[in-house]
Structures are given as structure tokens and as C-alpha cells.
């Protein structure tokens, strides 16, 4: 190993011993709110980063996320429901669950084949290890069902079918067809908590799914994914399968977001409906477009930005006086203003000042000043309360992004130690080396060599 090999994983493992360190104070502090808010992040992260295998290794526009989030939350919250919860779904009159459905459980499993040691209390966590890992498989399953059809199709044509897919699995979940196994729109309550808000299960699930994400683009099948990104013909003229690693990006894509699944039902202690809306997919895709489409660092990144504005976002949509409200509106504006000047600066485009700029700058200032003098005026003494600012404020943020930064902020490159360093590559690495036959072949090499002498 290279003395800067050697730096990097030393440096790295003491990296990932500070986050324990961090992890194990934050649990210690009893604040539970940050807890809550960090295990969010860990949850959320691990299906943006799955998200980012179809969406940003591949170039796949894919949006029904959530439904491979659903079927994973709820066969992991139906194989881990205690029995207490079981009883009170088979007294209710509402209750679509049938007997079969109910007895469907990690626990009862364990018994039915002579493993008493693993249906006890104290054995919790494997049965969930199993639930969870079952209801990964589940999703996968349903990202073939979903990855083989949709072979033909590209680019919008197969965004509208993921969405539909999404959509589908959500509503079928509440009809007669799959009520035996989800209970309708009651779903289930009292799925274990201990798991979606502890800090080691979740945190410690994301460092596995982002080990396997980066592995997986630094190998030959990611070299793959990402040439299928970049030009299908070429990359099928190179003799890329696409059909085959299509495939392989749906199912494990779908896999890792219904583990994601399987945590976001344990963090909520529940099962239902309404926690896998479209808006589920969304926060994952502004993720996505505010860290960088392809690179899973810059994807942590942007998620830690989605869950910073949803969890922390309550002064967004508490009530203000109407005059408070228009002075924020004249700020936005003349920021817009301002910021396409700079936009067009940045890019030599003449005029700076669009004939456009000036009026809006003027709306904006007037807007503030207005607020400003008039703030006991009749009209302006009112109170308003938008519902929703926090969503409002990802989707700008999200359209700011696209504008300013198409490719988001660490754009398709990932962290390494040689940005701190500010080292410079002049050489492929090993792994680049062992993967490439004409940098590793010495006859090759030296053929190569041979030819450059002679020209």
C-alpha cells in the first residue's frame, strides 16, 4: 500500500471514529430533538443515496421511490407488529387483516422452527434484522417488476411510469387487494421504535449503503451505469448490456430504499398511507439536485439540507402581521434581481442589467419601503399563516440550484483527502490501474510506450 493509500484509510477511520464520538454525545446529552432530527438524516439519507444509483450513476429519471420505501415499511412492520398490536387489529370491526396476515411474523417464525432463543425480548434486533432485510428483498423484487418493463422507455416516458408505479403501490395498498396485509388506510401501530431513532442502527445502515454506492461507481458495472448516463449507443457499442445493468440499478436501488422503508416506519412507530406521499420522493430529489446528481457525498450534503429546513423550518410558518409578509416578499424579489445580475456577470452576458432587472429591483424596494412606513396602516395590521412555507422553500431552492448550479454543489465528484491536501492526480490510481487491461498489461504498456517513442 502507498504511503498516501496508507494516510487516506488512517485518516478515514479516524473520520469515522469522530462521528462515533459525536453519535455516542449526542445520546448522552438527552437532547432528543437533535437525536430525532439526526436519525432523520440517516433514514432520508440512505434512500437518497439509493435514489442517486437510478437518478445520478445511471441517468435514469426515476420518481416512484416511495413506493418501493412502502412496500419495504410496511413488510417490515407487519413482520415485527407485537402481539399486543395484533390483538387489538383483530377485535377492531374495520380491521381487513385476516388471520393468515396476522400470524405472519418474524417472532412466530422463530418458534415454528425450534429457535425459542431468537423470539425473546432480549433477541428484538435480529428480528428486526430480518424483517428489515426481508422487506429490502420485497422492494427489490418490485424494482424488477418495475426495471423490466420499462426497458423500452426513456427519459420523460419513463419518469411518468415510476411515478405511476409509486402511485399505484400507494393506492392499491388501501383496496381490498392488499388490505389483508396493510390494513387499509388504518395501518399499523405500535411497530417498535427502538430502531428508527437510534443513532447506531440508522447511522450505522447508512455507512453500509454508502460503502456499497461508492464501491459499486468506482467498479466496472459503475463504469458501466455511468456510461449508460452518458450515451447509450456508445456505451452499448462498447458492449454494455443495458437491459441487464438496467435491471441491476432498479432492483438495488429498490432494495436499499426499502430498508430505508423498513427504518422510516420503526422511526415513526407506525405504518400508514400518508407517510408515503410523492413528497417523500421529492425531498430525496432536491436532495439529489442541491448536493450533486451522481456524487453520494454531495448527496449526504443535500439531505442534510432538506431535513435542516423541515425540521428546524417552524418559524416559516408560524403567524406574522401582513406588513412583515410584504417586506419578506420585497426582500425576495429584489434578491432575485440582484441575483440575476451577478448570474449574468458571472457569465459575460451583456447587458448585466436586463431591461428586465430594473423593474423587478423597483418592485422589490418599494414592496420593503411600503412595509417599512406603512406598518400601521389598516390594511397591513392583519396577520397571515402560510401553510407550507417549508416545502415552498425547497422547491425555490431547488429552482435556484438548477439555475445557478445545474450539477449541484460537489457536482459528480466525491470527497477525498487530496482536496484537503490540494493534491493534484497526474497518475491513475491502482484501482483505476487493475480495472483498465491496458494500464495493467506490461506488454501492453510497454507496446504503448514503444509506439509514443517512435512518433
Do not use: C
Amino acid at each position: 500500500m502507498s504511503e498516501k493509500r496508507m494516510r487516506n484509510a488512517v485518516l478515514t477511520l479516524l473520520g469515522l471514529g469522530l462521528v462515533a464520538v459525536v453519535l455516542y454525545l449526542v445520546q448522552a446529552s438527552g437532547n432528543a430533538k437533535l437525536a430525532q432530527v439526526m436519525a432523520l438524516f440517516a433514514i432520508w439519507g440512505i434512500a437518497a443515496v439509493s435514489l442517486n444509483l437510478i437518478n445520478g450513476t445511471t441517468g435514469i429519471l426515476s420518481l416512484g421511490h416511495h413506493g418501493f420505501m412502502l412496500v419495504g415499511g410496511y413488510a417490515t412492520a407487519l413482520l415485527m407488529l407485537p402481539e399486543a398490536a395484533r390483538a387489538r387489529i383483530s377485535e377492531s370491526a374495520r380491521s381487513q387483516m385476516t388471520p393468515f396476515t396476522l400470524g405472519l411474523s418474524v417472532e412466530s417464525w422463530m418458534r415454528a422452527i425450534g429457535l425459542p432463543g431468537l423470539a425473546t425480548p432480549g433477541t428484538l434486533w435480529v428480528r428486526f434484522l430480518i424483517a428489515l432485510l426481508i422487506g429490502g428483498l420485497l422492494a427489490m423484487l418490485f424494482g424488477l417488476l418495475v426495471g423490466v418493463p420499462s426497458l423500452r422507455l426513456k427519459g420523460d416516458y419513463l419518469a411518468i411510469v415510476t411515478f405511476g408505479f409509486g402511485e399505484i403501490i400507494r393506492l392499491l395498498a388501501s383496496t381490498h387487494l392488499l388490505g389483508p396485509f396493510t390494513n387499509g388506510a388504518l395501518g399499523y401501530n405500535g411497530v417498535p421504535g427502538n430502531f428508527g431513532t437510534s443513532l447506531w442502527w440508522t447511522f450505522g445502515i447508512l455507512a453500509l449503503t454508502v460503502f456499497v454506492m461508492t464501491k459499486l461507481k468506482f467498479s466496472s458495472y459503475g463504469r458501466a451505469l455511468q456510461a449508460i448516463r452518458e450515451d447509450e449507443i456508445a456505451a452499448e457499442a462498447m458492449g454494455v448490456n443495458l437491459a441487464y445493468h438496467k435491471v441491476f440499478a432498479f432492483a438495488l436501488s429498490a432494495f436499499f430504499a426499502g430498508v430505508a422503508g423498513g427504518l422510516w416506519v420503526s422511526y415513526l412507530a407506525a405504518a400508514r398511507l400518508d407517510f408515503f406521499l410523492f413528497f417523500l420522493t421529492f425531498f430525496f430529489l432536491v436532495a439529489i439536485s442541491v448536493g450533486g446528481t451522481g456524487s453520494y457525498t454531495g448527496v449526504l450534503l443535500g439531505t442534510a439540507v432538506v431535513v435542516f429546513v423541515q425540521q428546524y423550518g417552524d418559524p416559516l410558518e408560524q403567524p406574522y402581521s401582513l406588513h412583515t409578509w410584504l417586506a419578506l416578499v420585497g426582500v425576495i424579489i429584489a434578491a432575485v434581481a440582484l441575483g440575476a445580475a451577478w448570474l449574468r456577470r458571472s457569465r459575460r452576458l451583456r447587458p448585466v442589467w436586463h431591461p428586465l432587472l430594473f423593474p423587478l429591483l423597483g418592485i422589490g424596494v418599494v414592496a420593503v419601503l411600503t412595509a417599512l412606513v406603512g406598518s400601521h396602516w389598516a390594511p397591513l395590521t392583519g396577520t397571515f399563516q402560510a401553510f407550507g412555507m417549508r416545502r415552498i422553500l425547497l422547491a425555490v431552492l431547488l429552482v435556484a440550484i438548477m439555475v445557478v448550479r445545474p450539477e449541484g454543489i460537489m457536482g459528480r465528484a466525491e470527497f477525498s483527502w487530496a482536496w484537503v491536501f490540494r493534491e493534484r492526480r497526474d497518475q491513475p490510481s491502482d484501482e483505476e490501474r487493475a480495472q483498465d487491461a491496458w494500464l495493467s498489461n506490461p506488454e501492453l504498456n510497454r507496446e504503448a510506450s514503444d509506439d509514443e517513442g517512435e512518433g
